[in-house]
T-cell receptor
């Protein structure tokens, strides 16, 4: 079983729509990170959430860490074609490696 | 400033061959990590090196090895290539363990 389960696996929406993607686990984490990966590129860190219940906003992106620090969500308002990409959640494991979920592949159509 | 650079960008090998992938970290970063990303999956941790010493190893066979040089650049070596080794190999650097990772664009390895 995956340490981090991301849903949905694929999401295709029209420009201007809102969406939420999820990252769930049965384990408790001290922090959780969200990355975005575009085709042909490596992942780029978007945010790190640390405190249970924490909400962070990055322009049209809102990240929330669950109260129990087992899950997280990413909400995008008024999605744009530039938001297209693979959204990955990740947690630090043994302080030496990051464990990633399988990701949500988002396509925003103009 | 230059980001993390990886070479080559693409590589085609046949089963049984050996491959060496290279990574140059961001200037000032002493930690380099290697990840394997197969199609449709998130990156999987292979190795982490800090100050030229191995600090972490993922669940990969001994065919995979790596090293870090005095200038903090790194090589990933894979022997006896299998079809299943086909993947995007990502290198990431950071100032230290547990700190923000900065990824390169990866090497796309195809094993035929």
């Amino acid at each position: 079983t995956q340490l981090l389960e991301q849903s949905p696996q694929f999401l295709s929406i029209q420009e201007g729509e809102n969406l939420t993607v999820y990252c769930n686990s049965s384990s408790v984490f001290s922090s959780l990170q969200w990355y975005r990966q575009e085709p042909g590129e490596g992942p780029v860190l978007l945010v790190t959430v640390v405190t249970g219940g924490e909400v962070k906003k990055l322009k049209r992106l809102t990240f929330q860490f669950g109260d129990a620090r087992k899950d997280s969500s990413l909400h995008i308002t008024a999605a744009q074609p530039g938001d297209t990409g693979l959204y990955l959640c990740a947690v630090s494991y043994n302080n030496n490696d990051m464990r990633f979920g399988a990701g949500t592949r988002l396509t925003v159509k103009p | 400033d230059a980001g993390v650079t990886q070479s080559p960008t693409h590589l085609i090998k046949t089963r049984g061959q050996h491959v060496t992938l290279r990574c140059s970290p961001i200037s000032g970063h002493k930690s380099v990590s290697w990840y394997q990303q197969v199609l449709g999956q998130g990156p999987q941790f292979i190795f982490q090196y800090y100050e030229k010493e191995e600090r972490g190893r993922g669940n990969f066979p001994d065919r995979f090895s790596a090293r870090q040089f005095p200038n903090y650049s790194s090589e990933l070596n894979v022997n006896a290539l299998l079809l299943g080794d086909s993947a995007l190999y990502l290198c990431a650097s950071s100032r230290g363990a547990g700190l923000e990772l900065f990824f390169g664009s990866g090497t796309q390895l195809s094993v035929l």
